[in-house]
């Protein structure tokens, strides 16, 4: 009965490879978010979709491109990948209502290494 | 630039003690949310406080929203291992739906 899962929970790659992330959600929320925490365990959001539209799109890399195919599904694509974005990339999603109330749901995380 | 700071950046304590964290900012935001996060989980919501002074208990936890809405406070009354954790706060300057900025956390280690 997970709400939010990301996979693959691992992801050790070389420098220069492009990865993808998949993130669902089956809680029929409306908003989901992307974010970034390093190894000081700084979180940081990157982005947030409601209803497949973009509507927060933080001082990125264009080499980090988002996909939402539907409002469950919110994929993270980066190309070029460097030793920098080693990091946990967290999902999350919330009822999208536009109230400061809602709650977020965090997935579980995705460990990306890059040697 | 970073909008919220935490202290202490971490802390140990006995079984039994009790505790408080800070989170303080210069910004005022629309609302201000305390997470707990465990090693290998992502951070799960413990409390949104939304109006300025405004004090909310979840058990043996106390949180408090700043007059001014720009700082919180999470008090722990009698610590217990199982309240060992990153906790982190995030306010919220969207001004539709959520745009949480976070803060660096305060690890808390509690001792048996």
């Known amino acids: 009965d997970t709400a939010v899962s990301q996979t693959p929970k691992y992801l050790v790659t070389q420098m220069g490879n492009d990865k993808s992330i998949k993130c669902e959600q089956n809680?029929?929320?409306?908003?989901m978010y992307w974010y970034k925490q390093d190894s000081k365990k700084f979180l940081k959001i990157m982005f947030s979709?409601?209803?497949?539209?973009?509507?927060i799109n933080e001082t990125v890399p264009n080499r980090f491109s988002p996909k939402s195919p539907d409002k469950a599904h919110l994929n993270l694509h980066i190309n070029s990948l460097e030793l920098g974005d080693s990091a946990v990339y967290f999902c999350a999603s919330s009822r999208g209502t536009g109230r400061t109330t809602d709650t977020q749901y965090f997935g579980p995380g995705t460990r990306l290494t890059v040697l | 630039t970073q909008l919220l700071e935490q202290s202490p950046q971490f802390l140990s304590i006995q079984e039994g003690e009790n505790l408080t964290v800070y989170c303080n900012s210069s910004?005022?935001?629309?609302?201000l949310q305390w997470y707990r996060q465990e090693p290998g989980e992502g951070p799960v919501l413990l409390v949104t406080v939304v109006t300025g002074g405004e004090v909310k208990k979840l058990k043996r936890l106390t949180f408090q929203f700043g007059d001014a809405r720009k700082d919180s406070s999470l008090h722990i009354t009698a610590a217990q291992p199982g309240d060992t954790g990153l906790y982190l706060c995030a306010g919220d300057r969207g001004n539709y739906g959520q745009n949480f900025v976070f803060g660096p956390g305060t690890r808390l280690s509690v001792l048996p």
């Open positions: 979709y409601n209803n497949k539209e973009l509507i």
């Open positions: 910004s005022v935001f629309s609302s």
């Open positions: 809680l029929g929320h409306d908003t």
